[in-house]
């Protein structure tokens, strides 16, 4: 009996050493070969199947493969969870997590403490409720102090938890950030909101709208090679 084609994707479980990780599994008739990837932010195994290659094929290719799955999957750095002890930097220091039983259910800051108050089994809510404040009341005043430098006046300001862009501007002058560069040094934060605060003049990469950058931000070129290298480390806090 021939073993079933695989639909265009398709999720399942692998097990490897008593963890579990969703196995994305997609059909790619241009694909001339089998690719097997791990995605560090998300987890999850993905599999690229070339149109003639049954599932069969498929998983017999991700078991012959899995050495080097674990090898990657050791290699990436460790998850740090919103939780009593852990430390995580802010704006360029590191604050060390603390619960304070009979404390405020808030998150504040002392010294190099970032605390809380309240049950343990909500610090991770607090804490990320914290950095999303402190972060929007940061770089919300930052992009305004740029685009002022600029003439110009954002439409709207807005933070989110994206997983592919540090920023983004509309044409109508709408700024977005990721909340998580409050975690990055502080000068790749002002490189990021140079840059999304120069598209409010010029919405393009051409040569114009580098001068404005280089100008808002004469470190860019830094910035820029430590988003690439480590940026994929701020996604693994909380």
């Not at 241009?30 to 070339?50: E, G, K, Y």
């Not at 998580?180 to 003049?201: K, S, T």
Request: aromatic share 6%; hydrophobic share 40%; charged share 25%.
């Amino acid at each position: 009996m021939p073993a079933p084609k695989p639909t265009k994707t398709r999720t399942l479980a692998l097990t490897m050493d008593e963890r579990e990780f969703p196995l994305h599994i997609k059909v790619n008739p241009r694909s001339r070969r089998l690719i097997l990837r791990f995605c560090a932010r998300s987890q999850a195994v993905l599999l690229t199947l070339p149109r003639r290659v049954s599932l069969e094929e498929g998983m017999a290719f991700v078991e012959s493969r899995k050495p080097w799955l674990r090898a990657q999957i050791f290699a990436q750095p460790q998850r740090v969870r919103f939780i009593e002890g852990a430390v995580i930097p802010v704006c360029g220091e590191h604050l060390t997590l603390r619960h304070v039983p009979g404390g405020s259910p808030v998150a504040w800051r002392e010294e190099n403490n970032l605390c809380v108050g309240g049950t343990p089994e909500n610090m991770e809510l607090r804490i990320r409720r914290w950095l999303l404040s402190h972060a929007k009341a940061t770089i919300g005043t930052i992009a305004q102090e740029k685009a002022a430098l600029l003439g110009r006046t954002p439409s709207r300001i807005t933070l989110r938890d994206t997983t592919s862009l540090w920023g983004s501007c509309t044409a109508k002058g709408a700024l977005s950030f990721s909340w998580r560069l409050i975690l990055a040094p502080p000068e790749v934060m002002d490189y990021v909101i140079c840059h999304e605060a120069a598209h409010l003049v010029h919405l393009h990469h051409g040569l114009r709208f580098w001068k404005v950058v280089e100008n808002l931000c004469p470190h860019h070129l830094h910035a820029r090679a430590w988003l690439r290298a480590q940026g994929e480390d701020l996604h693994r806090y909380g």
